[in-house]
Structures are given as structure tokens and as C-alpha cells.
């Protein structure tokens, strides 16, 4: 009767979370090329040049702020920006007015990873807090936790903030930060999350990528959907670490994973190149798509791999993945794929047809490359 209980309580979450999140959410985060050095002016050029780009029309819409933007706590606990953010309201209302939506980051802990000020004991006020800002969302980042918290008691911990931000009545996305402990993706939806790290923090590397995007996501699909992701970190497209090939594999790998796509570059001044990576129409079609059936991999030979992943109208999207140093002629077979007959391919990055054809198909793919193919139903 427990567990009967417990599922009918994980079910009942994941659908109010579906409200909220029904597709990975999209955006941008200050991270990963920013690090300490943001702030209230390149916030606000960052989302201006969202919306110049195309970015957001692209489905690229949460501006976040990562760790920080904290500064004290006034006599009643509440608290407040530092220097860098003298105003975060009018921030929030100058996204907001771009037609974008703003978040923000803490740590249940007494510091953030940074050492700024946490949400320790302050949960219920700091969720009032960000509603009263128009925050609309949260990424929870576990850090100084350890120091006041076991490990065993992550969930109890998480769902504090859960019900904080539930009770302000805002819709606010609900970020877990905590690197994969705990089997998160098995009580994510529970304690109110949208989206849970499965791993640890992403570098900007081929081999950083590849190994969370490859190795450390198999099994998880079944924990995948709308509302309720498995997130392997932010991208780093465009941040100088890959070559554009690995880069449209990395964005490739995402969207079959049905991953959070949050940018962490500097898009005022991204390159054509990393445009054309970031906004593929195509690609973003398979990330976002409305079944929200994480993908996974079929074969493995090698350091050659095929994955699949089920869209909403019948067809299949197909990763031809090349980790190896050399090009590799690649083959999809329709047995593997649980296709038969003859079928339509599409190549997304070349964005053309590649014809009818039955039983296989077959394309030459870069070392550490990526043919990505849509197949008609």
C-alpha cells in the first residue's frame, strides 16, 4: 500500500509539473563564459541580444543568473542583491518586457558554491522573495548543504524549497542542482522539480561532453518527461574549448536526450557558426518535441553509436555518433530500429532529403561527428 501511495504521489507531481515545463526549458545561463563576472549590465545586454539574434525566437526564452548576485540579509531576514544588481525587480521587469522570463540561483545550504549567502533556514522567505522579484525560476544548487545536512536527507531538504515556491503561486521552473546523488530521477517530480543534474559539472571538452552525454545517461530514459527532465548540464557550444563539429554533436546528443538547452556562451557576440549550431530549427524540433520520450542508444560498436529517440507523430529521430578519431561510414539499420518497409530520411544539419530507402541507410560521419537524420514514419 506504500509504494501504491508513493507512485500515485510521484504520478500527481510529474502531471502539475507538466503544467510548467511540458518541454526541456530553453534559455541561457551565466556560468559557463561569465562565472563571477556578471551582472545587472550584461544581464540585460545578454537578453536584448536574445531577442536580436533570433535566440528567442528560436524557443531560447529563460535569462538565468547564476551564483553571485547575493548580498546580505536585512533585519528581518530578508534577502538582498549586492552591488552588481542594485535593482533586481527592474531587472526582472525589463526581461520580462522583452517578452523573456528571468531566473535565478541558491543553495539550501548557509553558502552558495561561490560563498555567498544560501537559502539555509530562509526557504519560505527567499521563495516569497524571488515571486515578489517575478523570478520564474530556480536553480538549487546542493554545495554548502553537506556542511548542515546529511546526504540521506537531500529530498527532505529539496522539498522545503518545493513547497515555498508551490505556496508563493508564481510558476516558478524548480532547478535541481546536485550533481545526480541520490538517484534524483527517482523522486525529482516528488519534491516539485522540473529538472534534476544527473552528473556533475559539464567542462568545456570533448571528452568532458562525451562522457556525460554518452556514458552517464543510459537508464535514465524511463525517468524522462514532459514536466520532469533529466538534465546533463548546460551547454557550451561557443565557448572555444570544441571544434564546431563537436559542438553539433554536443547540441545533437542534447536534443536526443531530450536535455534542457540552456546556452552558456556570450551571445552579444557569438560567430555565424555558433548561430547556425544553437538555432537549428530542425534539431530544437527534435528537443522539444511534445512526447517527450528521451532518447537512448541502439548499437555500439566501438566508438561508433546509434541512439533513437520516438517523436510525437510517428517518426524516429536517429543519432549516427562518431566518438572516434577518424571519419567512419555509418550504417542505421531498420531491424535495429524497429522500422520495416520503405521510409523517408532527412538529414537535420544538412537540412535536405536524403530520399526513400529500405532497410538501411548509411552516411559518412567526421571523427567526433554526427549525422542526425529524422525518419518518416
Same mark, same amino acid.
Given at each position: 500500500?506504500?509504494?501504491?501511495?508513493?507512485?500515485?504521489?510521484?504520478?500527481?507531481?510529474?502531471?502539475?509539473?507538466?503544467? +510548467?515545463?511540458?518541454?526541456?526549458?530553453?534559455?541561457?545561463?551565466?556560468?559557463?563564459?561569465?562565472?563571477?563576472?556578471?551582472?545587472?549590465?550584461?544581464?540585460?545586454?545578454?537578453?536584448?541580444?536574445?531577442?536580436?539574434?533570433?535566440?528567442?525566437?528560436?524557443?531560447?526564452?529563460?535569462?538565468?543568473?547564476?551564483?553571485?548576485?547575493?548580498?546580505?540579509?536585512?533585519?528581518?531576514? %530578508?534577502?538582498?542583491?549586492?552591488?552588481?544588481?542594485?535593482?533586481?525587480?527592474?531587472?526582472?521587469?525589463?526581461?520580462?518586457?522583452?517578452?523573456?522570463?528571468?531566473?535565478?540561483?541558491?543553495?539550501?545550504?548557509?553558502?552558495?558554491?561561490?560563498?555567498?549567502?544560501?537559502?539555509?533556514?530562509?526557504?519560505?522567505?527567499?521563495? %516569497?522573495?524571488?515571486?515578489?522579484?517575478?523570478?520564474?525560476?530556480?536553480?538549487?544548487?546542493?554545495?554548502?548543504?553537506?556542511?548542515?545536512?546529511?546526504?540521506?536527507?537531500?529530498?527532505?531538504?529539496?522539498?522545503?524549497?518545493?513547497?515555498?515556491?508551490?505556496?508563493?503561486?508564481?510558476?516558478?521552473?524548480?532547478?535541481?542542482?546536485?550533481?545526480?546523488?541520490?538517484?534524483?530521477?527517482?523522486?525529482?517530480?516528488?519534491?516539485?522539480?522540473?529538472?534534476?543534474?544527473?552528473?556533475?559539472?559539464?567542462?568545456?571538452?570533448?571528452?568532458?561532453?562525451?562522457?556525460?552525454?554518452?556514458?552517464?545517461?543510459?537508464?535514465?530514459?524511463?525517468?524522462?518527461?514532459?514536466?520532469?527532465?533529466?538534465?546533463?548540464?548546460?551547454?557550451?557550444?561557443? %565557448?572555444?574549448?570544441?571544434?564546431?563539429?563537436?559542438?553539433?554533436? =554536443?547540441?545533437?546528443?542534447?536534443?536526443? +536526450?531530450?536535455?534542457?538547452?540552456?546556452?552558456?556562451?556570450?551571445?552579444?557576440?557569438?560567430?555565424?557558426?555558433?548561430?547556425?549550431?544553437?538555432?537549428?530549427?530542425?534539431?530544437?524540433?527534435?528537443?522539444?518535441?511534445?512526447?517527450?520520450?528521451?532518447?537512448?542508444?541502439?548499437?555500439?560498436?566501438?566508438?561508433?553509436?546509434?541512439?533513437?529517440?520516438? +517523436?510525437?507523430?510517428?517518426?524516429?529521430?536517429?543519432?549516427?555518433?562518431?566518438?572516434?578519431?577518424?571519419?567512419?561510414?555509418?550504417?542505421?539499420?531498420?531491424?535495429?530500429?524497429?522500422?520495416?518497409?520503405?521510409?523517408?530520411?532527412?538529414?537535420?544539419?544538412?537540412?535536405?532529403?536524403?530520399?526513400? =530507402?529500405?532497410?538501411?541507410?548509411?552516411?559518412?560521419?567526421?571523427?567526433?561527428?554526427?549525422?542526425? +537524420?529524422?525518419?518518416?514514419?
Amino acid at each position: 500500500m506504500k509504494r501504491i501511495l508513493a507512485l500515485a504521489m510521484f504520478a500527481c507531481a510529474a502531471l502539475a509539473a507538466a503544467d +510548467l515545463a511540458s518541454t526541456p526549458p530553453m534559455g541561457w545561463n551565466s556560468w559557463n563564459r561569465f562565472h563571477r563576472d556578471i551582472d545587472d549590465a550584461t544581464v540585460r545586454a545578454v537578453a536584448k541580444a536574445m531577442v536580436t539574434s533570433g535566440m528567442k525566437d528560436a524557443g531560447y526564452i529563460y535569462v538565468n543568473i547564476d551564483d553571485t548576485w547575493e548580498g546580505t540579509r536585512d533585519a528581518q531576514g %530578508n534577502i538582498r542583491t549586492n552591488e552588481k544588481f542594485p535593482d533586481m525587480k527592474a531587472l526582472a521587469d525589463y526581461v520580462h518586457s522583452l517578452g523573456l522570463k528571468i531566473g535565478i540561483y541558491s543553495s539550501p545550504g548557509p553558502r552558495t558554491c561561490a560563498g555567498y549567502e544560501g537559502s539555509y533556514k530562509h526557504e519560505v522567505q527567499d521563495a %516569497n522573495m524571488y515571486a515578489a522579484w517575478g523570478i520564474d525560476y530556480l536553480k538549487y544548487d546542493w554545495c554548502s548543504a553537506s556542511r548542515v545536512y546529511q546526504q540521506a536527507d537531500m529530498q527532505d531538504v529539496y522539498t522545503k524549497m518545493g513547497n515555498a515556491l508551490k505556496a508563493t503561486g508564481r510558476p516558478i521552473v524548480y532547478s535541481l542542482c546536485q550533481y545526480g546523488l541520490n538517484y534524483v530521477w527517482k523522486w525529482g517530480p516528488s519534491v516539485g522539480g522540473n529538472l534534476w543534474r544527473t552528473t556533475g559539472d559539464i567542462q568545456d571538452s570533448w571528452r568532458s561532453m562525451s562522457e556525460i552525454g554518452f556514458d552517464k545517461q543510459a537508464g535514465l530514459e524511463k525517468y524522462s518527461g514532459p514536466g520532469h527532465w533529466n538534465d546533463p548540464d548546460m551547454l557550451e557550444i561557443g %565557448n572555444g574549448g570544441m571544434t564546431d563539429v563537436e559542438y553539433r554533436t =554536443h547540441m545533437s546528443l542534447w536534443s536526443m +536526450l531530450a536535455a534542457p538547452l540552456l546556452a552558456g556562451n556570450d551571445i552579444s557576440t557569438m560567430t555565424e557558426q555558433t548561430k547556425e549550431i544553437l538555432m537549428n530549427r530542425e534539431v530544437i524540433a527534435i528537443d522539444q518535441d511534445t512526447l517527450g520520450k528521451q532518447g537512448y542508444r541502439v548499437t555500439k560498436d566501438g566508438q561508433l553509436e546509434v541512439w533513437k529517440r520516438e +517523436l510525437s507523430n510517428g517518426d524516429i529521430a536517429v543519432g549516427l555518433f562518431n566518438r572516434g578519431p577518424e571519419p567512419a561510414r555509418m550504417t542505421a539499420e531498420w531491424s535495429v530500429l524497429g522500422l520495416s518497409g520503405e521510409h523517408e530520411v532527412r538529414d537535420l544539419w544538412a537540412h535536405a532529403s536524403r530520399g526513400k =530507402h529500405s532497410d538501411s541507410y548509411s552516411a559518412e560521419v567526421d571523427a567526433h561527428g554526427v549525422v542526425l +537524420l529524422r525518419i518518416a514514419k
